[in-house]
């Protein structure tokens, strides 16, 4: 019998509804043999309000709740989102809820419901009216959190240095993607493929620190 057909292959679960997120992770999987899928059900458990004041406590607060629904898994969360010299870092951590002014007169940190892709890159776009190119720099960061049984293992942290752009350009991805330009490949994050884009992405750099250090640990 072919060995490979009887190998198992290494599973990591994935605490998101986000089909644009675990698109990125699985192209990074894909090159390391390992696969990755989202909780089962996970559209059913309580949410996690995530409302840390970094990437990385929302991460970490994502992990650990989740990681007890999964009993012995190693679960990943992360946390993510755009940050804008010109606006002192925002969206950042409100990045999900940028918007929130604009469609429910509330700031993002009292929102309860995430914004739409489009009204949350209408307001990039409005907050960055006249700031000229040279100025209109920022960067998408990832911080993802491994945890198992409610303990958090260890952290990944990613980015990926862009200027964003005065309108939107490309069909593909998710989120600020049409607006994130990057210049070491010319193109948006959204004119990239799903192999592309885990390639130079911070979730692609997050998750890629992740598998290493993953796979150079005996413990799994
Ligand atoms: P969260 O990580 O689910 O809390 O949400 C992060 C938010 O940041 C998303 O809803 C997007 O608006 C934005 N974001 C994070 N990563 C990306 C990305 O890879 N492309 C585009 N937007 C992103």
Known sequence: MDSKKIELKRRILVATSNPGKLRDFAGAALRHGVEVAGIPDFSFLPTVAEDGRTFEANARKKAE?????????????????????????????????????????????????????????????????????????????????????????????????????????????????????????KKTFAELTAEEKSKYSHRGAAFEKFLDWYEGSSRF
Do not use: M, W
């Open 65 to 185: 709740a989740y990681s007890r629904y999964v009993p012995g898994e190693i679960l990943i969360a992360d946390d993510s989102g755009l940050e804008i010299d010109a606006l002192d870092g925002a969206p950042g951590v409100h990045s999900a809820r940028y918007a929130a002014p604009d469609l429910h007169g509330k700031e993002p940190h009292e929102a309860d419901t995430n914004t739409d892709d489009e009204a949350n890159n209408a307001r990039v776009l409005r907050e960055l009216n006249g700031v000229p190119f040279p100025e209109r720099t920022g960067r998408f960061v990832c911080v993802l959190a491994a945890a198992r049984d409610g303990k958090i293992l260890a952290t990944f942290r990613g980015s990926a240095e862009g200027i964003i752009l005065d309108a939107p350009c490309g069909n593909n991805g998710f989120g600020y993607d049409p607006l994130f330009y990057f210049p070491q490949i």
